[in-house]
């Protein structure tokens, strides 16, 4: 603080203010307050794992993918039902494979139920077995598709729920920030500006997490359609070839489309 004359007047100059040096992401999240921090560890659990969840789902499709292509291949290749059930004990992550062998051993089991009743008699779907079939197809593909949707409830709840969660943070964070003006003598933006930046971090890290989650729970959820068309396309065939006992190979392209 000086003083300086101005023609007859003098004048007291207030001190020169510096600047602070803006903080970084690292030192608001470590100043902030013990609720905004709490928020922002759950969050960042939340993120952990959406991303675990993210890589495993994104393995366990692709295999799934990958193997009931080449269970396609093999059904329309092989020459009996035979060989086909027996490939599929290879292909245990393709859905279309396990949806087969559920039809194949019931198949199986209502033959031999049928020859002990009347010894001689072949493979036969009589008798209401054909039901039998479809409903034992219908469970494994419900299965399967329940398999493959298991921890994306997961990803859909925290894109819906993480937005609140950093959006409690930060009003948490803007109350107590105010709250020390009450303990302050200035009422200045300066005073709350650094206790608000501290608190909007929650709500942009709520933000990310939940548009993270929400992109690869669609995308998944995308794929996860498609498999299931595959799989009630790919169901109507195995069905009939189990019926005829030999693969209808003019289906082969209607199983196809379900899966693009």
Same mark, same amino acid.
């Given at each position: 603080m000086g003083l300086f004359t101005v023609g007859h007047m003098?004048?007291?100059a207030e001190p020169l203010t510096i600047p602070r040096p803006q903080?970084?992401?690292?030192?608001?999240v470590t100043g902030a307050g013990a609720v905004v921090q709490a928020v922002l560890l759950l969050l960042l659990g939340f993120s952990v794992v959406s991303w675990a969840i993210i890589l495993m789902k994104r393995r366990q499709i692709r295999r799934a993918e990958r193997e009931s292509d080449r269970f396609i291949d093999i059904f329309w290749d092989a020459k009996n039902l035979t060989a086909i059930n027996t490939a599929?004990?290879?292909? @245990?992550?393709?859905?279309v494979a396990q949806v087969f062998r559920a039809g194949y051993q019931e198949l199986v089991r209502l033959t031999r139920a049928k020859r002990q009743a009347a010894s001689g008699e072949d493979m036969s779907t009589d008798l209401g077995g054909i039901e039998n079939v479809e409903r034992a197809m219908k469970r494994a593909a419900?299965?399967?598709?329940? @398999?493959?949707?298991?921890?994306?409830?997961?990803?859909?709840t925290t894109a819906s729920a993480a937005?609140?969660?950093?959006?409690?943070?930060t009003v948490w964070g803007i109350m107590n920030a105010f709250r020390g003006l009450s303990v302050t003598q200035s009422s200045s933006i300066q005073a709350v500006a650094p206790g608000i930046s501290e608190a909007l971090i929650a709500t942009a890290l709520g933000l990310i997490v939940a548009i993270v989650a929400l992109i690869f729970y669609n995308?998944?959820?995308?794929?996860?359609?498609?498999?299931?068309a595959a799989l009630t396309i790919g169901s109507a065939r195995i069905l009939e070839a189990?019926?005829?006992e030999r693969p209808a190979e003019p289906a082969r392209e209607r199983v196809a489309d379900g899966r693009r």
């Open positions: 003098t004048v007291q903080e970084t992401i690292v030192q608001m599929s004990l290879d292909l @245990k992550e393709s859905p419900t299965q399967e598709i329940t @398999k493959l949707e298991r921890s994306l409830t997961f990803l859909a937005p609140f969660v950093g959006l409690f943070g995308y998944f959820q995308t794929r996860l359609d498609r498999i299931e189990l019926r005829l």
